[in-house]
């Protein structure tokens, strides 16, 4: 029987009880008769005195499998902490206060952009393209204003490259990669300031 393990440690999880075991926090390669061991091993039991981050090493994670399988070999693929958030189950927002946020960013993003054109004079701009074009002047040349006015929505629209929930593409959008810089930091910040903690 090959009793070979080949652990890569989840970069973070997010779970909602403190009881961590083997594949809350790892993914493993191993022989079929190993996977229900692997399947039932604790890695810790978190106190709530701990706060609601804590840092699981690939050290860990070796220990408690070398205290169920001694005489097991370990091999490590892939990353060698992983980042756990324990959190309680949070209820859906309610109606209204999502009601609330999402008037509020409206708000704010329509006044953004009215600011933006009147500082610009894009009301002038559009005037004068119409009398450039049409060669007749004007005050409300609504034939550029509204095509423009549904582009900047659209524009936005694939510029985030979302619509509602759901992706346009397979790429990931420009909001996307700044969370997903902004997560890698908060990760590696917090991999680092647990390692100086006594």
Do not use: C
């Not at 190993?34 to 050290?59: H, M």
């Not at 009301?123 to 009398?131: D, I, P």
């Not at 049409?134 to 510029?159: A, N």
């Amino acid at each position: 029987m090959d009793d070979t393990v080949y652990i890569s440690l989840k970069r973070h999880v997010r779970l909602d009880q403190r009881l961590i075991t083997f594949f809350d926090v790892a993914d493993a390669q191993a022989s079929d008769d190993i996977i229900p061991i692997l399947e039932k091993i604790i890695i810790k039991q978190i106190p709530p005195s701990a706060g609601n981050i804590v840092v699981i090493t690939v050290l860990d994670v070796i220990k408690a499998l070398k205290d169920a399988m001694p005489e097991s070999k370990v091999e490590i693929a892939g990353e060698t902490e992983a980042i756990v958030s324990l959190q309680t189950a949070v209820p859906a927002a309610s109606f209204w206060k999502i009601a609330f946020v999402w008037i509020v960013l409206f708000t704010g993003a329509a006044l953004t952009i009215m600011n933006f054109h009147e500082d610009v004079s894009m009301q002038k701009v559009h005037v004068m393209l119409y009398e450039m074009v049409t060669g007749s002047r004007v005050d409300r040349p609504l034939l550029l204003q509204i095509p423009y006015s549904i582009g900047l929505g659209l524009g936005m629209i694939f510029f985030f490259n979302r619509l509602w929930q759901k992706r346009l593409n397979e790429e990931p959008g420009p909001l996307d990669l700044e969370m997903f810089k902004y997560e890698e930091d908060i990760n590696g910040y917090l991999a680092a300031n647990e390692k100086e903690q006594p």
